[in-house]
């Protein structure tokens, strides 16, 4: 018998405004920030067997096989739903890892999208989503599928529409931790909460910024220099920086000025993740 076989999308995502409201008691912090997709990401394959084994084939720098996102989102799929089907999986991977674009949440939300639709589940998002929770605080609005204005640690999700430019993202080479800029005592937690919607213009700042630009070198260089062409912003925590343009060929003309040692990509804006609109095709 040929195992059921499917080749899934996994894109990144840009956080086009941050704001930090607070700490929570159990040290996490409480978040205002708009997620957008992009059409660019991992392709993630995955073939069904009958045995019970999940097993990512594909070889990750420094994340050992049972630490990857991948392979966590596969067993507490498995254990939650009492699956006795297990999985090969492959992926191809052109995310950077730790640039703030969510490489590892969205390959978890591609996994657990993947594997509900090949071991027939019959999971719904709500639940799906709050799986992902546990797995990270960006895997929800993957799950989802729609660009959103996100609350709480970014599980508190309302869809929005932002337009969809062209986006210069450009890819220091440095990863940066989510939880070393958390923690510096330099972050500015404070931010009101903005109570009006849709988001009114202005406020598209990212309170990550300064602590990432003092710490990182090689951000505040890819800051200045995307900021000689647009507004410059930070995804997340970084390490990745990020521009919009009115259209490819305005974005391709800034790519071409980058050097070796700073690469970067273009690709479009989109509210409906390019996973789901996979997915749909499917159905
Ligand atoms: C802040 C964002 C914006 O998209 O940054 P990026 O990681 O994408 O850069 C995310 O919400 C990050 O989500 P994610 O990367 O899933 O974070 P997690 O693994 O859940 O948390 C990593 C660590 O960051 C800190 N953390 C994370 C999220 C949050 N709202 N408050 C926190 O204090 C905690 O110390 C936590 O242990
Ligand atoms: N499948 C995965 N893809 C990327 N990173 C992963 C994966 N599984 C585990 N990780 C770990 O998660 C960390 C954060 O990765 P990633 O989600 O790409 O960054 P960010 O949250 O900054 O966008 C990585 O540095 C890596 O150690």
Not at 183 to 212: A, E, Q
């Amino acid at each position: 018998m040929t195992a059921a076989r499917l080749t899934l999308p996994s894109p990144a995502k840009l956080n086009l405004m941050l704001h930090i409201l607070g700490r929570r008691p159990d040290g996490y912090h409480e978040l205002q920030t708009i997620f957008q997709f992009l059409d660019y990401g991992d392709e993630i394959t995955f073939a069904v067997r009958d045995d019970g084994v999940i097993h990512l084939h594909t070889e990750f720098d420094g994340v050992p096989h049972d630490s990857n996102l991948i392979v966590k989102a596969a067993k507490k799929l498995q254990e939650q739903s009492g699956c006795s089907l297990g999985i090969d999986i492959w992926i191809e991977k052109i995310l950077p890892m730790g640039g703030g674009i969510g490489g590892g949440s969205s390959n978890a939300a591609t996994t657990l999208l993947g594997l509900n639709h090949l071991w027939q589940l019959g999971w719904d998002a709500d639940r799906l989503a709050a799986l992902g929770l546990t797995l990270g605080a960006d895997v929800p609005v993957f799950v989802r599928g729609h660009a959103a204005f996100a609350e709480g640690v970014g599980e508190k999700l309302t869809p929005v529409e932002p337009e969809e430019p062209w986006y210069l993202v450009l890819v220091p080479q440095v990863s940066v931790s989510t939880a070393e800029i958390f923690s510096d005592p330099l972050l500015t937690r404070n931010s009101p909460p903005i109570k009006v919607r849709p988001v009114p213009k202005g406020n598209s700042r990212n309170d990550c910024l300064p602590v990432v630009a003092r710490r990182y070198p090689d951000v505040r260089n890819a800051l200045n220099l995307l900021g000689k062409f647009t507004e410059a912003k930070l995804t997340g925590t970084g390490s990745c920086v990020f521009g919009g343009f009115p259209s490819k060929a305005e974005a391709d003309k800034v790519s071409a000025l980058l050097t070796e040692t700073l690469t970067g990509f273009v690709a479009k804006g989109s509210n409906v993740s390019m996973l789901h609109r996979k997915l749909q095709n499917l159905l």
